[in-house]
C-alpha cells in the first residue's frame, strides 16, 4: 500500500512559469513532509519541508503548502528556471521514535528554455 | 567538505555472486541508511542504523545484509538470496537519529549502480 503518493509522473513547464508538483499521503500518523530533487545518476538533495502545524514553508523560489484536511501537499517553483528540471521526490516521516521516510515515486520536471 | 562517499558508483555482478556496497560519511551523524531506487518507483528503505552495533530491517531487507561496526561505515551486502538486485541503490545519513523535526533531514551520497549480468 503506497502511503506517498506522486500521481503525476512527469510535467513539463515553460522556463519563468509557475512548476507545481502535488503529492497525497494516506497517513495521518505523518508529521513531517519533505521535498527532495534528484539529478541523473545523482544522490537526492533536500529542497524545502514543512512541519504538520504548518500550512505554509517558502524559502526563495520554491514554497511548500500543506493541507492536511486533503491529506495533500504541493510544491510551487516560481520562476521555473532549466536548472530546475529533475526528478523531485516528495516525503513523509512519523514522529517520535520513526525513523524512516517514506518517499513517492517522483515526478520528472522538464523546464524548457 | 563533509559528506558521504559511496563506492564503487557501478558495480556488475554474475548471479549467485554477493556483492558488498560501501559507505562512509564524515558528518558525525548517527543514523544511517541504505535505499534502493528503480526506475518508475520510489526509494525503498533497505535496512537502517541509529547507532553503531545496532541495525533495524526496513521494508524490503530480504536478500541484503548490513553491519555498523563504526559510526562512519554502514556497508551493505546484496546476497545471492536477493532475487532482483539490479538497481541503483543510495546511502542515507542524519544528524540526531532522525527524530527531530526541523532541519534534520537526510543526507544523501551520490549512489552505486549494481548490474547483474
Known amino acids: 500500500d503506497q502511503q506517498v503518493k506522486q500521481n503525476s509522473p512527469s510535467l513539463s513547464v515553460q522556463e519563468g512559469r509557475i512548476s507545481i508538483l502535488n503529492c497525497d499521503y494516506t497517513?495521518?500518523?505523518?508529521?513531517?513532509f519533505l521535498w527532495y530533487k534528484k539529478y541523473p545518476a545523482e544522490g537526492p538533495t533536500f529542497l524545502i519541508s514543512?512541519?504538520?502545524?504548518?500550512d505554509k514553508n517558502e524559502d526563495g523560489r520554491f514554497t511548500v503548502f500543506l493541507n492536511k484536511s486533503a491529506k495533500h501537499l504541493s510544491l510551487h517553483i516560481v520562476p521555473s528556471q532549466p536548472g530546475d528540471s529533475a526528478v523531485y521526490f516528495c516525503?513523509?516521516?512519523?514522529?517520535?521514535?520513526?525513523?524512516?521516510?517514506?518517499f513517492g515515486k517522483g515526478t520528472l520536471l522538464t523546464v524548457n528554455p | 567538505d563533509g559528506g558521504i562517499t559511496q563506492s564503487p558508483k557501478y558495480l556488475f555482478r554474475k548471479e549467485g555472486q554477493n556483492v558488498t556496497l560501501s559507505c562512509e560519511q564524515n558528518?558525525?551523524?548517527?543514523?544511517m541508511y541504505w535505499y534502493r531506487q528503480d526506475p518508475g518507483q520510489g526509494l525503498r528503505l533497505i535496512y537502517y542504523?541509529?547507532?553503531?552495533?545496532?541495525?533495524q530491517k526496513g521494508d524490503i531487507a530480504e536478500g541484503y545484509s548490513v553491519s555498523r561496526e563504526k559510526k562512519e561505515s554502514f556497508p551493505l551486502t546484496v546476497t545471492s538470496a536477493q532475487k532482483n538486485p539490479t538497481a541503483f541503490y543510495l546511502c542515507?545519513?542524519?544528524?540526531?537519529?532522525?527524530?527531530?523535526?526541523?532541519?534534520?533531514?537526510?543526507?544523501f551520497g551520490a549512489g552505486s549502480r549494481l548490474t547483474v549480468l
Open positions: 542515507a545519513s542524519s544528524g540526531d537519529r532522525g527524530r527531530t523535526s526541523g532541519a534534520n533531514v537526510l543526507t
Open positions: 497517513n495521518s500518523m505523518f508529521d513531517y
Open positions: 514543512i512541519s504538520s502545524i504548518k
Open positions: 516525503a513523509a516521516r512519523i514522529g517520535g521514535s520513526n525513523y524512516k521516510l517514506t
Open positions: 558528518l558525525n551523524h548517527d543514523a
Open positions: 542504523s541509529q547507532i553503531v552495533n545496532d541495525f
